[in-house]
């Protein structure tokens, strides 16, 4: 135990003794200084990757990632006529409320094959959204 205490103050004191940061170097990180050091960046300004693309194309007026729930209409969802889901890529994620647990379950499309979900008995392909 004596020797694990006298190991420790040894550890602390030679922290200690270490020179501190030179003036220069202080000097250099004290001197540098931004234009918008002294104000509080928007939620806008501190955006980067998708949010950034999605922000600035919604500043144009164009919804490049569409949030709103696919309405298909009524007869649609059958294999000779699939739901139809729009996207821009060639695959996207989907959501669909289970009939049986009433909680959202999730699969990803592919571009190509119809894909069927047995639980709800419906077919859906991915088409272009442009």
Known sequence: MA???MMATRAVTALASRPAATGARMMVARGVTMDNDHEILSD???QGGRRKIELDEELQGVSTFS????MPPIGAGSKTN???VP???SERVVGYECPEVHQLMWFT???????YIPS??????LVDAM
């Open 87 to 89: 996207s821009g890529y």
């Open 120 to 125: 709800i008995d419906k077919y859906f392909k």
């Open 44 to 46: 806008y300004d501190q």
């Open 67 to 70: 949030r709103d729930p696919i």
């Open 82 to 84: 699939p739901i139809e």
């Open 3 to 5: 020797l694990t205490r």
């Open 109 to 115: 499309m592919t571009k190509g094959p119809l894909h």
